[in-house]
């Protein structure tokens, strides 16, 4: 859950005039995924979807590949496929009808509203898939690029709300991951046809 509060509402303090505003992010979580290796979704049938999960030291070092959080090669998970689906069946029976939504909605992926602190390998790492909405999340210490759309063929990727704070260096990524090493991004994005709002970042990396 995130706040975004202006500290004066009128704007004005000490004379000065604030342009900008501050942002409070609650990490406690009900549910906490504690020290697993890495969690990939590969192939366009892996959907994932996490809702309020805390997570603590995921990824591992030294090993391409195996970050906190990783979309392999999904093609597109978002849920376009899902409308398109139910609104082509509506002429068939209800049963075929229910049947045909469920398939089509099956690849649709997203986390809302999760913490992961104390990352070893990079946080969200998105890699040749499309559509996939990451929401209201914050990362905490973490090691190498936060939010990353990897290759530049990711596209419609949303990412809303989204907060990281403290994104360190990583000499313990392997060489095809040396950019992480010297100048780790928060939001490394490298195709732009993706949507990026109300994001923010504090204390060490890019944008």
Request: aromatic content about 10%; hydrophobic content about 35%.
């Amino acid at each position: 859950m995130l706040h975004s509060v202006l500290e004066d509402p009128s704007g004005w303090w000490g004379g000065y005039h604030l342009i900008s505003n501050t942002r409070r992010a609650l990490c406690s979580k009900q549910v906490l995924v504690h020290t697993p290796p890495s969690l990939l979704a590969q192939g366009p049938k892996a959907a994932v979807r996490l809702s309020h999960v805390a997570m603590r030291r995921m990824g591992q070092a030294f090993r391409t590949g195996a970050y906190s959080l990783h979309w392999l090669q999904q093609g597109d998970v978002g849920s376009s496929s899902s409308s398109s689906s139910s609104s082509s069946s509506s002429s068939s029976s209800s049963s075929s009808s229910s049947s045909t939504a469920a398939a089509g909605s099956f690849g649709a992926s997203w986390v809302r509203g999760c913490v992961l602190r104390d990352a070893y390998a990079r946080g969200f790492v998105v890699t040749n898939t499309s559509g996939l909405v990451l929401e209201r999340n914050v990362l905490y210490e973490v090691y190498g690029h936060g939010f990353v759309l990897e290759e530049g063929t990711e596209y419609g990727n949303v990412l809303d709300g989204n907060v990281g704070i403290l994104t360190n260096a990583n000499p313990a990524l392997p060489p095809t991951a040396a950019w992480d090493a010297g100048n780790p991004a928060t939001f490394y994005v490298a195709n732009p046809n993706n949507t990026l709002r109300h994001v923010g970042w504090a204390c060490g990396g890019w944008a």
